[in-house]
């Protein structure tokens, strides 16, 4: 088997930051709950996954935050290691009229698809890689964020459209887009 370092560490950092974010800590608030001392930019390079960080370093990153190392990396590792079957369908009707605090910031996105969608089918399938970028949008972590989307589960199976945010804007920006190359970004 082989493992893209790379990929891995962006998947490692987007974890330790979206820890952080839920936290609604700055990196200069993590910062001063380590025990050594680093730079906040040091710090930005381990979230960003372009700098590689010891062992050591991680688990007193995941420890500052109340965090066991070892289930960080397991939450990573299901990320990168995961299949078709860790996909997600949603109903984009019901998560357009959900009232649930959480999901705010993708009811205007489900409202729109749906705008743009065939009126026969409200639902998408949502990649792992999508629902890692809705949990950053929505302030949550994956886990929390699939959990409320079983909620909102569609019923049918088949070939339904596929959200997956490699096909986003090239702006950069947290956009959901489906194989067809359309695009859609959560307001």
Known sequence: MHLDSEHYQR?????????????????????????????????????????????????????????????????????????????????????????EPTLSPLRRWAADRLQEADPASSEVTLTTAAVERMAELCGTTSGDLLALLRDYAGERSGNGATSDPSDGPPDGSAGFGDRNGGSYSPR
Request: glycine share 4%; hydrophobic share 35%; proline share 1%.
């Open 11 to 99: 998947l490692l950092g987007n974890e330790l930051r979206t820890l952080r974010k839920s936290r609604g800590w700055t990196r200069k608030q993590l910062n001063a709950r380590l025990q050594s001392t680093i730079s906040l930019q040091t710090l930005a390079t381990y979230e960003h996954g372009t700098r590689q960080c010891s062992v050591v370093r991680f688990a007193e990153i995941c420890l500052a935050m109340d965090e066991k190392p070892h289930d960080v990396l397991a939450r990573v590792d299901r990320r990168l290691f995961t299949t078709a079957s860790d996909e997600i369908r949603v109903d984009l009707a019901r998560i357009a009229e959900s009232t």
